[in-house]
Structures are given as structure tokens and as C-alpha cells.
């Protein structure tokens, strides 16, 4: 759900954190008491009907509501009802008149946390509200430690709720049921490997070693020694029996990361893996029979490999029995606040630091980002990001040029052709043209984050024949 409530006015980097209280009451008076024991305290949203507040759950996050049992067209307890229907966490407290406790006594039957009574007294109110928000609290925190028990256990360090996350942890479990070759493929970080060890770690051969190999890392002669091990004096440097990594993983899972770089004469050798299941060392004369499953893994077009000659049709027909893609982060941004709150809290154990999160300008910004490498260019920054931190809220300033201005890397080797004071202009004005976008084209806005007067910035946009553009 979206946090913008959480945003306040945006002054002081505290704001995001303040719980989120929303009165629903259709009398303004009973509002603004509420309004004036509360926002000192508390972020407060208000509504004056039972569908506006609704509405508001729906797309946006709510800590606790304050329910007036009497609204128009939609009473109190309906309205009770499709709130928990949406956020069964959201805590509701009813308000009513001393006639209808009753009602009200049968509401928390429903779920709402309690209730108050008009006229209420300023330290009943504030009582009642502490101890709502206090279960809510608590209530968050065994639901997360549960989910990250659970997240540990079955899928690793994948994070994501979006769809096709989802989509990607049912396929896990269901291909880890049985033993078949898998064939992952994915784009360059986003986390083929980690889908990889939670289809071992889902498997009946959890128990059993998983071995990762990549072929890309080793030349083809040490790549063939490292898969299938050798005999003592094979080849010059071979002073004693080495076993393959095939052997090790003996009763449990090898995995192959970027299985599109392996050559000709090694591709012909796995297949024979594949289909016979055995091997020789190399220098060796002995037959080995093995029990390994395979998953490999690849950010290339195999197809397209296949077509051009450069990968065997039957060794792709073989690995291919269980595809899997894992999807881009830039297809997934609502995955975005997830993975940084797990990076953080990852990276402020490990420091020992006090990171609290992003301010919503910087989340924003990292959000908005196309993300070319994927989950590990987030853990990257991230991790700089928690172990450079002076303050507990990380803001727009903290983040790196390049995520603040994606395309400035392709625009500064552009510039290398330019004379020094026309690729100095176009450099200013992509900065200035980010803020105004995400200050929606505020002059006086966009000024104060730059540092310049507004007359300046006025200036610059009257240069580059955008003057009309920017409205205040």
C-alpha cells in the first residue's frame, strides 16, 4: 500500500513515521475535536462518509480509524466491515452516543478494538488511542517475523509481493517437488541463483550439498577439470586426485550459472550427463555413476544461441524441461520499498548502524529508477547508502548522481564531443529538468532544492525556451 499519508507536510525527517489516524464522523465539529487533541500526536486524514473512508484504506496505508457508528448511506458497523474486509490489521475504534453502546459492544465482535462515547474526555481518547496503536504495533511485528521465518526458510533472500513474484514462488514450490533439469533465466542481478537454492532448499534433497559453478569464470580447461574432477598426472599441475564438482553435489543439486558461455566440447560432455547420468574424471578410464539434479541458469537468448549454432539444440531441449524467468526489478518498482527496508535492515545488523529508512523523496527517486541492475544494483547502493549514513533517515542528497540522474552517464561521454562550456550547459540543464519533474514544475520548489534564486532558475528556463513551461 502507498505511504504518502505518512509524508505529512514534508518538513523534518521524522514525518514519515508518525501512525496514521483517520476520523470518520460526518458532524465537522466532532472532527475537529477529535483534530485538536490528536495532530500534535498523530498524522491525521478525515472523511466525512463511509465510501471516502473506505476509499481511503484502499489506497492508502492506515494505522487506526476512529469510526463514527450514525453516517449516511452507510452505517458504522457496514462500514466497520468492508474495512477489515480490506486491512484486517487496520485497528478501528467505534464512536457513539451512550444510547448505542450496545451496538457498539457487538461491533467488537467484528474486530473493532473499542470503543468511546461522545462527549469523550481528551485523556480517554489519547488512553484509548495509545493502546490501539500498541496492538497494532505488536500485531505487525509477529506478522513480519512470521513472514520472514517463513521467507528464510522456503525462498532465501527473494523479497517481493508483487504478481509475478508471487507468480515465481508458486512455480518454485511446485518444481521442487520432483527432480527434473530446470533452466532459469533472468536478466544479469536479478537472482537466479537465489531461485536456485530455494528449489534445493524446497527439495528432497535439501539434506544433500548444492554446488554452484560458473562456467564463465573459469577457462575451458579448468572449467572441465571443475566439473568432473581428475586423476593424478592428467595434465601437468595435477599432483593428486581432485573430485569434480558433479561429485560433490553427489545426491543433491549442481548448479550452472551462465550455462549459454560453456563451449562446444563441454556442452556435448554435460549432455552426455544429462542422458546418461555418469561421468569421467579427466585423465581417468573409470566410469561414475551419479545422482546430481541440474538447474542452470542463463541471461542470454538460448533460442537465439541455438539458431546461430552457438548452443546444441538437444542440450537446450534437455535443460529446458522446467523454465523459470525471474522477472526485472524495473517490471516490479512496487517491489522496491520491500527489498530496501530488507537491505537495510540486513546492512544495519551488519554495521551495526541505526538506519531508519528513506525519506519519501528519496524512495520516490529509487522507485522512479529503471533499475539496469536489477536487485544486486539495489543491494549495492543500499548497502553504501546504510554504511555512509550519519542520520537515521537517508534523503534525496544521500542518493548517487547516476540514480538521481540515469541518464547522465550517457549524456557526460555525449558530452566528451562538445566544447567545455556547452556540455557544462546541457549537464546543468538535465539537472535542473529532473527537479522541476519531480517537484511537477514548482519554480520556487524546484529553487530552494537547487540552491539558486528563483529569478535564476527563471533565467535558465527563459535560455532553454521553457519559460512557459513551469507554473507556480
Not at 153 to 180: S, Y
Not at 387 to 401: F, H, K, M
Request: net charge negative; hydrophobic share 40%.
Amino acid at each position: 500500500m502507498s505511504r504518502d499519508l505518512r509524508a505529512g507536510d514534508g518538513t523534518g525527517p521524522l514525518a514519515p513515521l508518525r501512525p496514521v489516524i483517520l476520523i470518520v464522523d460526518d458532524d465537522p465539529g466532532i472532527r475537529e475535536s477529535f483534530r485538536l487533541i490528536l495532530e500534535e500526536r498523530y498524522e491525521l486524514v478525515e472523511a466525512g462518509d463511509g465510501r471516502q473512508a473506505i476509499e481511503i484504506v484502499r489506497t492508502s496505508e492506515v494505522d487506526l480509524v476512529l469510526l463514527d457508528i450514525r453516517l449516511p448511506e452507510m452505517d458504522g458497523i457496514e462500514v466497520l466491515e468492508r474495512i477489515k474486509a480490506l486491512d484486517e490489521q487496520v485497528e478501528v475504534i467505534l464512536v457513539t452516543a451512550v444510547k448505542t453502546v450496545r451496538t457498539a459492544v457487538a461491533a467488537m465482535k467484528l474486530g473493532a478494538f473499542d470503543y468511546v462515547t461522545k462527549p469523550f474526555e481528551e485523556d480517554d481518547l489519547l488512553s484509548v488511542v495509545r493502546r490501539a496503536l500498541e496492538r497494532r504495533s505488536l500485531e505487525r511485528e509477529v506478522v513480519f517475523l512470521r513472514s520472514e521465518l517463513a521467507r528464510r526458510h522456503d525462498f532465501g533472500e527473494i523479497v517481493g509481493n508483487h504478481p509475478e513474484m508471487q507468480k515465481l514462488f508458486r512455480l518454485i514450490a511446485q518444481v521442487a517437488r520432483n527432480a527434473t533439469t530446470v533452466l532459469i533465466t533472468g536478466e544479469s542481478g536479478t537472482g537466479k541463483e537465489l531461485v536456485a537454492r530455494a528449489i534445493h532448499r524446497q527439495s528432497p534433497r535439501r539434506d544433500k550439498p548444492f554446488v554452484p559453478v560458473n562456467p564463465a569464470a573459469l577457462s575451458e580447461t579448468l572449467l572441465e577439470s571443475e566439473l568432473f574432477g581428475h586423476e593424478k598426472g592428467s595434465f601437468t599441475g595435477a599432483f593428486q586426485r581432485k573430485l569434480g564438482k558433479l561429485e560433490m553435489a553427489q545426491g543433491g543439486t549442481l548448479f550452472l550459472d551462465e550455462i549459454g558461455t560453456l563451449k562446444a566440447e563441454l556442452q556435448s560432455k554435460l549432455l552426455r550427463v544429462l542422458q546418461e547420468r555418469e561421468i569421467e574424471r579427466v585423465g581417468g578410464t573409470r566410469t561414475i555413476r551419479i545422482d546430481v539434479r541440474i538447474i542452470a541458469a542463463t541471461n542470454a537468448d538460448l533460442k537465439h544461441a541455438v539458431a546461430t549454432h552457438a548452443f546444441r539444440e538437444d542440450l537446450y531441449y534437455r535443460l529446458n524441461v522446467m523454465p523459470i524467468s525471474v522477472p526485472p526489478l524495473r517490471d516490479r518498482r512496487d517491489d522496491v520499498p520491500l527489498l530496501v527496508e530488507h537491505f537495510i535492515r540486513r546492512y544495519n545488523a551488519e554495521m551495526n548502524k541505526h538506519v531508519d529508512g528513506l525519506s519519501p523523496e528519496a524512495m520516490t527517486v529509487l522507485r522512479e529508477y529503471p533499475w539496469p541492475g536489477n536487485v544486486r544494483e539495489l543491494q549495492n547502493i543500499i548497502e553504501r547508502l546504510v554504511g555512509l549514513a550519519e542520520a537515521p533517515v537517508i534523503g534525496v542528497n544521500d542518493l548517487p548522481l547516476d540514480v538521481l540522474l540515469p541518464d547522465s552517464a550517457v549524456r557526460l561521454r555525449q558530452a566528451e564531443t562538445l566544447p567545455l562550456r556547452q556540455a557544462t550547459e546541457e549537464f546543468e540543464k538535465q539537472i535542473v529538468m529532473r527537479v522541476l519533474e519531480r517537484v511537477r514544475w514548482n519554480r520556487s520548489e524546484a529553487a530552494r532544492i537547487l540552491g539558486i534564486h528563483r529569478n535564476s532558475l527563471k533565467t535558465m528556463l527563459t535560455r532553454w525556451d521553457l519559460g512557459n513551461r513551469a507554473d507556480d
